[in-house]
C-alpha cells in the first residue's frame, strides 16, 4: 500500500450557506444545527481512494463576502478548494464568482483543483439558483459541479472524492512537466 498523502483542502463562500453542515457531514457523519457558526476549524478525515489513502486536512473559512474576499492564507498552501453556494440563495452564486476569480488571479495560469457545490437541495420549495445556472458556470470554468445537501446527506460524499481526483488529475500533469 502506498504511504499515507497529506492534502489541504478549503471549503469557501458566502455565509450560511451550509460550508461548516458539509464538512461535519463528511468528517462526522451527522448533520447537527447545534455547532457555533462563528468558530474557524480545521477538520481530519482519511479517505481512500482508488487503494490510495489520503489524510485531508479540511479548513472550514468563516466565509467571505463582497468585502471579505482578499488575499489571505487560504489562498495559499492549500491543494483545492470546494466552493459552496446555496441553491436558496442568488447571492450566494454571485460572492462565488468573486471568489473564484480571486483564486484564478492569485494563482494565475497555473490550473487549480476547485469543485462547484450548490447545498441544500431538501429546500427545493425556496429554490432560487437553477441547476442549470450553477452546471453552466461550472462549465464555463471547466470544473466539476454537484448539487447537494448536507442535511439529506445527498451526495456529500461525492463531493470530497471528486475534489481528489481533481487533485490526483493536477499531480499527474505536474509529474509529467
Ligand atoms: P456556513 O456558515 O456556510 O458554515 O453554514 P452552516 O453550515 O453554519 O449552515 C447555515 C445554516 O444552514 C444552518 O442553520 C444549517 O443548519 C443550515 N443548513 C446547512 N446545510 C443545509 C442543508 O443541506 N439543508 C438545510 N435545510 N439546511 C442546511
Known amino acids: 500500500m502506498p504511504p499515507t498523502r497529506q492534502r489541504r483542502i478549503a471549503m469557501m463562500g458566502y455565509r450560511s450557506v451550509g460550508k461548516t453542515s458539509l464538512v461535519l457531514r463528511f468528517v462526522t457523519c451527522k448533520f447537527d444545527e447545534g455547532y457555533d457558526p462563528t468558530i474557524e476549524n480545521t477538520y481530519t478525515k482519511s479517505v481512500n481512494v482508488a487503494g490510495q489513502v489520503y489524510q485531508l486536512q479540511v479548513i472550514d473559512t468563516a466565509g467571505q463576502d463582497e468585502y471579505s474576499v482578499t488575499p489571505n492564507d487560504y489562498y495559499m498552501n ?29 494563482k494565475g495560469k497555473i490550473w487549480v483543483p476547485i469543485v462547484l457545490v450548490g447545498n441544500k437541495t431538501d429546500l427545493e420549495e425556496d429554490r432560487a ?49
Do not use: H
Open 78 to 106: 492549500v491543494d483545492g478548494y470546494i466552493l459552496v453556494y446555496s441553491i436558496t440563495s442568488q447571492r450566494s452564486l454571485d460572492i462565488i464568482k468573486l471568489i473564484y476569480n480571486k483564486i484564478s488571479d492569485m
Open 129 to 177: 439558483v437553477t441547476m442549470e445556472d450553477g452546471k453552466k458556470l461550472a462549465d464555463e470554468w471547466s470544473i466539476p459541479f454537484l448539487e447537494v445537501s448536507a442535511k439529506t446527506d445527498e451526495s456529500v460524499e461525492e463531493v470530497f472524492a471528486q475534489l481528489i481526483k481533481a487533485i490526483q488529475r493536477r499531480e499527474t500533469v505536474k509529474d509529467k512537466n
